[in-house]
C-alpha cells in the first residue's frame, strides 16, 4: 500500500506560481511511475501531467503545456508539479498518483492505470 500525501496548494492571482509536491510512503517510489490530475467543479476529473520512474520521460495536456513542469526526486520519495503563468481555469483539486511499472520510460496519462492516489489539494487562481 502506497500513501501519497500532497501540498503546496492554496490559492493565487492569475499570472502567479505554485509548486506542489506529493511524498510517498514507500521505500520503492522509484518502482512507481507518477502522474499529476485535476477535478474543476462540476468538471470530470482530467489529466495534467505524468513522468516516468526515471524522470527521464514526461508528458503533459495541451492546456498547461508549457507553463506546468512535472518532475521527481527519488532519493526524496517525491513527485513535483511547478506551475507557472497560472490561469483561473487551472482552478481545481489537484492529485497526484502512483503507478507500479516494471518499465523503465513508460508514462501514464490516465487515471484507469494509477493504483493509488493521493487526497486531493485545492488550487485556486483568481483574475
Known amino acids: 500500500q502506497v500513501q501519497l500525501v500532497e501540498s503546496g496548494g492554496g490559492l493565487v492571482q492569475a499570472g502567479g506560481s505554485l509548486r506542489l509536491s506529493c511524498a510517498a510512503s514507500t521505500r520503492t517510489f522509484s518502482l512507481y511511475a507518477m502522474g499529476w490530475f485535476r477535478q474543476a467543479p462540476g468538471k470530470e476529473r482530467e489529466f495534467v501531467a505524468a513522468?516516468?520512474?526515471?524522470?527521464?520521460?514526461?508528458v503533459y495536456a495541451d492546456s498547461v503545456k508549457g507553463r506546468f513542469t512535472i518532475s521527481r526526486d527519488n532519493a526524496k520519495n517525491t513527485v513535483y508539479l511547478q506551475m507557472n503563468s497560472l490561469k483561473p481555469e487551472d482552478t481545481a483539486v489537484y492529485y497526484c498518483?502512483?503507478?507500479?511499472?516494471?518499465?523503465?520510460?513508460?508514462?501514464?496519462?490516465?487515471?484507469?492505470?494509477?493504483?493509488?492516489w493521493g487526497q486531493g489539494l485545492q488550487v485556486t487562481v483568481s483574475s
Open positions: 513522468i516516468s520512474r526515471s524522470g527521464g520521460s514526461t
Open positions: 498518483a502512483a503507478a507500479f511499472t516494471t518499465k523503465l520510460s513508460v508514462t501514464y496519462g490516465s487515471g484507469r492505470d494509477y493504483a493509488y
